[in-house]
């Protein structure tokens, strides 16, 4: 077990009356246990928790006056994660996938998998099926990708990304979904907090659908998966974001950290890629 502390400060100038869906909160699962958690706004405004889509993300809708506006989270989690030896880890077949995955096979606003099916095939068809393949198609991407915040925007999608090769975590996230999608693994985009991440943010990665289990990776390698928190589940970025404003606000700051109470954590190990970390 992990003790993992994470939160947020976000602070905007709000200039017409506006209505936020924040998406901060850390989900509550059997592998992620809340033990504290406080969320405060300046100036105080009543805050609703909504369980949003069929994973139960907990989004916060506030009614936002006019003025500056503080938002602040701070939660303590204990991780549970099941670590497993990836090894014999393979991939589930077609016929005996579970109805609820089904979805995670299709092409998403951001993940455009029916693009790239021949140009999957011909890159990582002839690997060894299961875990190994997926962490060839991260490190494909790792590799074939150049991290540059600011590079991206709120429209970008894997192919865009492929073609400019350029992007930050969300599109290193979708392309690797993209591709997963695309070999007939199922894959679906988790947003979160991670430990050891810098410079801190809100962090995106993905999951894989492998030997009836979901399984974290991190294309961007830039945080252990041992150390992710999670925030919420989609299909992509777009079902996740962590703040949709309806309304003329502009943000003037944004702080996020995660830090883990246990320094010497051996689940914190970048190097490690060959322990599978599961915490749907």
């Known amino acids: 077990?992990?003790?993992?502390?994470?939160?947020?400060?976000?602070?905007?100038?709000?200039?017409?009356?506006?209505?936020?869906?924040?998406?901060?909160?850390?989900?509550?699962n059997n592998h992620q246990t809340v033990t504290s958690e406080t969320l405060e706004v300046f100036p105080f405004q009543p805050a609703e928790e909504?369980?949003?889509?069929?994973?139960?993300?907990?989004?916060?809708?506030?009614?936002?006056?006019?003025?500056?506006?503080?938002?602040?989270?701070?939660?303590?989690?204990?991780?549970?994660?099941?670590?497993?030896?990836?090894?014999?880890?393979?991939e589930t077949s077609y016929e005996h996938l579970s109805a609820d995955v089904l979805s995670y096979l299709n092409p998403s606003r951001y993940c455009e998998s029916d693009k790239l099916y021949r140009f999957a095939f011909e890159e990582f068809g002839q690997l060894l099926p299961g875990y190994s393949r997926v962490t060839a198609i991260c490190n494909w991407t790792y590799e074939q990708l150049h991290y540059s915040p600011g590079s991206t925007g709120p429209t970008t999608t894997a192919c865009d990304v492929l073609i400019q090769r350029t992007g930050?975590?969300?599109?290193?996230?979708?392309?690797?979904?993209?591709l997963?999608?695309?070999?007939?693994?199922?894959?679906?985009?988790?947003?979160?907090?991670?430990?050891?991440?810098?410079?801190?943010?809100?962090?995106?990665?993905?999951?894989?659908?492998?030997?009836?289990?979901?399984?974290?990776?991190?294309?961007?390698?830039l945080a252990p998966v041992g150390g992710f928190v999670r925030i919420g589940t989609g299909r992509d970025a777009a079902d996740v974001a962590f703040a949709t404003i309806r309304g003329e606000a502009e943000c003037t700051g944004i702080n996020v950290w995660a830090n883990n109470a246990n320094q010497n954590?051996?689940?914190?190990?970048?190097?490690?890629?060959?322990?599978?970390?599961s915490s749907a």
């Not at 200039?15 to 924040?22: C, D, K, N």
């Not at 993300?57 to 099941?82: F, K, S």
């Open 1 to 28: 077990m992990s003790i993992i502390n994470v939160g947020c400060q976000l602070n905007y100038i709000v200039r017409s009356p506006a209505i936020y869906l924040l998406n901060l909160s850390v989900t509550r």
């Open 265 to 277: 954590d051996q689940e914190l190990n970048s190097n490690d890629v060959q322990t599978g970390v």
């Open 50 to 90: 909504c369980d949003v889509g069929p994973l139960g993300n907990r989004i916060v809708r506030i009614n936002a006056p006019l003025g500056e506006l503080t938002i602040n989270y701070n939660a303590t989690v204990e991780l549970h994660a099941d670590i497993v030896d990836s090894t014999n880890v393979g």
């Open 168 to 178: 930050v975590c969300r599109d290193y996230a979708h392309v690797a979904i993209s």
């Open 180 to 221: 997963c999608r695309a070999m007939g693994i199922p894959a679906r985009y988790v947003s979160g907090y991670a430990v050891n991440l810098q410079p801190q943010d809100f962090h995106g990665f993905f999951e894989a659908y492998l030997d009836g289990r979901w399984f974290l990776f991190d294309a961007t390698r």
